[in-house]
């Protein structure tokens, strides 16, 4: 059973920086493209950013250029850095396969941006 783990989230003002971890039991980890997704409140979920696992990156437009993604197989971890933090940044921050699966959703973790 694949379990994933974030954490990483907190109170930044807007300009601040966040370094998102995503840490995973599943042994396919190495396999499979991994992803960030967020939900911000009243919002669906909405994806964030890819990683193959060779290491090609995807983002979505609202966050190229200021999100980074990364991935370290042998430790079955993925993050995310978040750079130039704006107020609508603010969102619970998840980790998932791409496609995502939905019996793999974790708890994520908090993101706030508010001055």
């Known amino acids: 059973q694949v379990q994933f783990v974030e954490s990483g989230g907190g109170s930044v003002q807007p300009g601040g920086s966040l370094r998102l971890s995503c840490a995973t039991s599943g042994r396919i980890f190495d396999s499979r493209a991994m992803a960030w997704y967020r939900q911000a409140p009243g919002k669906q979920r909405e994806w964030v950013a890819l990683?193959?696992?060779?290491?090609?990156?995807n983002y979505a437009n609202s966050v190229k250029g200021r999100f980074t993604v990364s991935r370290d197989n042998a430790k079955n971890t993925a993050n995310l850095q978040l750079n130039s933090l704006k107020p609508e940044d603010t969102a619970v921050y998840y980790c998932?396969?791409?496609?995502?699966?939905?019996?793999?959703w974790g708890q994520g973790t908090q993101v706030t941006v508010s001055s």
């Open positions: 990683i193959t696992p060779r290491g090609d990156t």
């Open positions: 998932n396969f791409s496609p995502a699966q939905s019996d793999y």
